[in-house]
């Protein structure tokens, strides 16, 4: 199996900035997106960003403009800089791994991203 540990996560005021990061155990052999989701309290889990092994990245309206998602495939990571983050932001954000080949889902624990003055 794959396992994905989250980091970075934290607390911040209205405006500031975080990154995560998330490292994938083991070799990925396959092709896979990588991605963030959210969670927030009330609300469902959206796809935050994501990101393909050629690099192309696709993210959610909410945070286009402000997020940028980037990978390592030699290292098995996958990061997400977040600027000019507002309190609708505030949310458990975890990393998720798809293999193409055969679609399985890969999800890490979660880190906890609480923006607020």
């Not at 199996?1 to 989250?6: A, G, I, S």
């Not at 495939?73 to 954000?93: F, G, H, I, R, W």
């Not at 889902?105 to 003055?117: A, M």
């Amino acid at each position: 199996q794959v396992q994905l540990v989250e980091s970075g996560g934290g607390l911040v005021q209205p405006g500031g900035s975080l990154r995560l990061s998330c490292a994938a155990s083991g070799s990925i052999f396959s092709i896979t997106v990588m991605g963030w989701y959210r969670q927030a309290p009330g609300k469902e889990r959206e796809l935050v960003a994501s990101i393909t092994s050629g690099g192309r990245t696709n993210y959610a309206d909410s945070v286009k403009g402000r997020f940028t998602i980037s990978r390592d495939n030699a290292k098995n990571t996958v990061s997400l800089q977040m600027n000019s983050l507002n309190p609708e932001d505030t949310a458990v954000y975890l990393c998720n791994v798809l293999v193409v080949r055969n679609g399985m889902n890969y999800w890490g624990k979660g880190t906890l991203v609480t923006v607020s003055s």
